[in-house]
Nanobody, 123 residues
Framework: QVRLVESGGGLVQPGGSLRLSCEAS????????MGWFRQAPGKEREFVAG???????VYTDAVKGRFTISRDNAKNTVYLQMNSLKPEDTAVYYC?????????????????WGQGTQVTVSS
């Protein structure tokens, strides 16, 4: 059974940092592109970052220079390091996986989704 389990969300002040983790089970990350989406209240789900099977990365413009996606295939885990957080980063963050090597930037490009972890940026 394929599962993606996110962790690391929470409440942080503006300018702070968080690191999200996504542990995969039921499959190995090798050969899969992985990514993160987020959804704020009243807004559509949006692409945040993705990493291809060979380590290439893609980011939405709003997080470039602040967020870093990485993967550890040996641990079957993907990470999202989030620095210089802003109130507009507040959302539920979802880990995603697709059984091809290239990153997709639309929700329909991913078959596997985690349950989400809440990130709240507020003073």
């Amino acid at each position: 059974q394929v599962r993606l389990v996110e962790s690391g969300g929470g409440l942080v002040q503006p300018g702070g940092s968080l690191r999200l983790s996504c542990e995969a089970s039921g499959f190995t990350l090798e050969g899969y592109a992985m990514g993160w989406f987020r959804q704020a209240p009243g807004k559509e789900r949006e692409f945040v970052a993705g990493i291809s099977s060979d380590g290439g990365t893609v980011y939405t413009d709003a997080v470039k220079g602040r967020f870093t996606i990485s993967r550890d295939n040996a641990k079957n885990t993907v990470y999202l390091q989030m620095n210089s957080l802003k109130p507009e980063d507040t959302a539920v963050y979802y880990c995603v996986a697709r059984r091809t090597g290239s990153v997709a930037t639309v929700p329909g490009g991913y078959y596997y989704w985690g349950q989400g972890t809440q990130v709240t940026v507020s003073s």
